[in-house]
């Protein structure tokens, strides 16, 4: 049973983070958006698995807690960060405000800086 919870809370935090990711580039574009910050993308409320137990254990905030699932979605759900590969046209590079680097010819392992783009500081109070 507890595998099930884990596996469940981690696709639930997975799906989670995937939306504040598409929120802060709708937001980061311009584009229209169901939110006016990241921060109003609520988290999922997680079952008694191990990983929920940690993110209480270590009082995980909104950072801490989307740096996990980063860190987490380069494993578990890599095409996740796929996203983060766009160019920029007017420099035919990637956007170097997303932070981040590519770890083989497909994959991407954020950064502290791919961090603050899809959390800017701004936004968050406790970081």
């Known amino acids: 049973m507890q ?27 311009e584009q229209e958006c169901a939110y006016s910050s990241v921060q109003e993308v609520n988290p999922p409320i997680l079952n008694h698995s191990s990983y929920a137990q940690c993110l209480e254990q270590y009082h995980l905030g909104f950072a801490e807690r989307i740096a996990l699932s980063m860190a987490l979605a380069a494993v578990l759900r890599p095409e996740l960060l796929d996203v983060f590969f766009l160019k920029n046209k007017l420099f035919d590079r990637r956007f170097t405000e997303f932070g981040g680097a590519t770890i083989t010819s497909s994959g991407f392992m954020p950064s502290l800086q791919t961090l603050l783009f899809a959390a800017p500081t701004h936004e968050i109070k406790n970081i």
Request: proline residues 0%.
């Open 3 to 29: 595998l099930t919870t884990n596996a469940d809370d981690l696709n639930a935090e997975l799906n989670w983070l995937n939306e504040v990711i598409e929120t802060r580039f709708k937001l980061f574009f």
